[in-house]
């Protein structure tokens, strides 16, 4: 599953990324989202708006179409 | 002593604040990762020499133009010391940063800021374990309060010793890898750790592949092969991961061993306010609300009852007392009409406004230092991508709503190309402040019942124009790619007066300054071309120069409704600053008996009114607009469009108006 799949609120595992744009997957990696990393997804916007994550303490927004790229196991 | 010291950091960390305790300036500040963009030098306290402000970076491989210029600092000054700044509260994240300055040389003063936010969430760091560890100075600071400053001090001053890098293993694949590059970069001269350059080769550092072009397709070869045989042995992983994975598990082991938690997580006040402002259904309502509140604050509420006292005092005492003081010195009638009509009637008539323009400074100050900023770009995000730009654009074009020159400069944290020209070329019609003293003078002659609609419906119209044209760019031009989007939101911070204050009186003073020079070199310049004609000195005013030149052009304008020479020639030299468009007006329409605004008023309607505000808010950007967008575009031809589409949209949005509004009925 990824990201976008998740409810808000809910804990899960990254585990890689598929099809997220190299320029995002590069500033992810610099915010410290990466294979392994626990994430929380906080809210998801409407009419297909960008989602906000959460990760140690900080929160990071990105595009549903790269929230969906970024493939998650729930915890 | 002529040290030199520069701040390097994550964004968002707090090097800016620092730097204004350290150096006693007022830069920037503001809660949002990209508020410095550009290099700014200060000098240190206690004569300890210079101090570097930088953009904030992540790894030092870089990615948006802001961050390139921390790259190359950092190429072209191997050995100026460095003052590293983390968030405390953000440990593991920061010290990506600080591992890459170690690994480059020691000469590195750690500043642990934010200890104030750490605490609160609970976080505890062991100061003198993390300095042994990496065997640098550590100090504690709390940037915004001043706390810790003088320690920084006594830091800087102990710096110079030179001991050797950090070292650290990556592995036997990569380290053969960094070894070959750096045999083969032995020859390049000069301080530079070539260990350091090796490894961020290895890392796809942009910056450094540039530098290192003429050896280019060895080492190229050298990485590719080093990728291969990793890749080999590690499974499908990339070089840059890997290096990366390598500080993480160092850092990881330091954090352990310094960092104590002692509260349980819990929901932060950050969080609460986000439920509510970034709510799916109130989240633009809000923003939308809250720029309304804006406009009235400064245009109803306060700013113009405000205005119209200083208006009082300017023309009622300060004036009066010219008048008295002049006739008593005597001076010859010439002075006394420069004096007065001139400098008086034209500075003054823009110095009027400056309440509206410090209100509507302290408000953007308010969005931009409590964190607020980062939110609207969230909100707005999805309606961008329909204009196929990103939300991100909204921090220089808000910025731009103060001024258009630092929102030019703001488009530099976008990390696309494509979106930071559109957003560049989009900016001039961001009405500024510098525009805001036309609407004001305007309104409060034609619209005094409906004073913030009116204003707000320019404001509107101002955006409307711009995102057409992101639209148009966007759907021809740079239809191939696509925009991006992502984006940190710092936790709110509670703004400080202090702060506020000050941020707003370094932007407003911009105002009061170029009401000082440019505005009073010009309104007497001005005064100077009404005063004189082709048939000698203090000729009728419709016979001066300055009528000769407005009647030139006053036929293109005659379509749009205000075909006069006067408005013609205050069009003109609103190209210099807007605010310049004002004091024209004064002079030309200031008659001893009458105020202006009863002149005004005979000269317009309140439709054509409304035409000339329109106009003057989209025909051209200033100078200085100009001369800033031609050096961060590097291109005459998008300045060029920017003006001419600007000119064209200002003649037929105009036209509509009036033709739309005559045959409406409307005066
Ligand atoms: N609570 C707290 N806030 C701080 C501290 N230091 C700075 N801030 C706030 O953090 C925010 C960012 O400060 P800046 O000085 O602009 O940060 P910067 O590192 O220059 O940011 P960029 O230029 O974007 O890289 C501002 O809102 C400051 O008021 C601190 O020690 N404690
Ligand atoms: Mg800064």
Known sequence: ?75 | MNATFALIGNPNTGKTSLFNALTGSYQYVGNWSGVTVEKKVGTLHHNMGTLVDLPGIYTMNPISADEAVVSNYLLEEPTTPVLNIIDTSQLKRNLHVTIQLLERNRNVLLCLNMIDVANERGIYVDNNRLSSLLNIDVTPIIARKEQGIDNIFHGLNQLHKSTTPLVLYYGSIVEKGITSIEKKLSDLNGDINTRWLAIQYLQGNRQIENKLSSSNCEIAKIRDDTEKQLQFKEGNITLAYHIMNVRETFIQSIVDQVITIKKEPKVFMSEKIDQIVTNKFLGIPIFLFLMYMIFMVTFNWIGFPLSDLLDVFLTDMVAVWFENVLAILQVNPFIESVILEGIIGGVGGVLVFTPQIFILFFCLSLLEDSGYMARITVVMDRFMQAMGLNGKAFIPLIIGFGCNVPGIMAARSIEQERDRLITMVMLPFMSCSARLPVYALFISVFFKENQALIALSLYVLGIVIALLLAKILTSTTFKKEKSLFIMELPPYRMPQWRTLWRATWEKGKGFIRKAGTFIFGGSVIIWLLTYMGPGGIDVPMDESYLAQIGAYIAPFLAPLGFGTWQAASSLLTGFLAKEVVVSTMSIIYAAPEVQMQGLLAEYFSPLTAYGFMTFILLYVPCLATVAVMKQETHSIKWTMFAILYGLVMAYIVTFLIIQCGRILGIA
Request: hydrophobic share 40%; aromatic share 6%; with cysteine.
């Open chain 1, 1 to 75: 599953m990824n990201i976008a799949q998740l409810k808000e609120n809910e804990v899960a595992i990254v585990e890689c990324f598929s099809t997220v744009d190299q320029l995002i997957k590069d500033r992810l990696m610099q915010l410290g989202i990466y294979p392994n990393q626990e994430i929380c997804l906080l809210r998801k916007l409407p009419f297909g708006g960008p989602c906000i994550i959460g990760t140690c303490g900080q929160c990071i927004c990105i595009r549903l179409y790269d929230a969906k790229g970024i493939e998650v196991k729930k915890k």
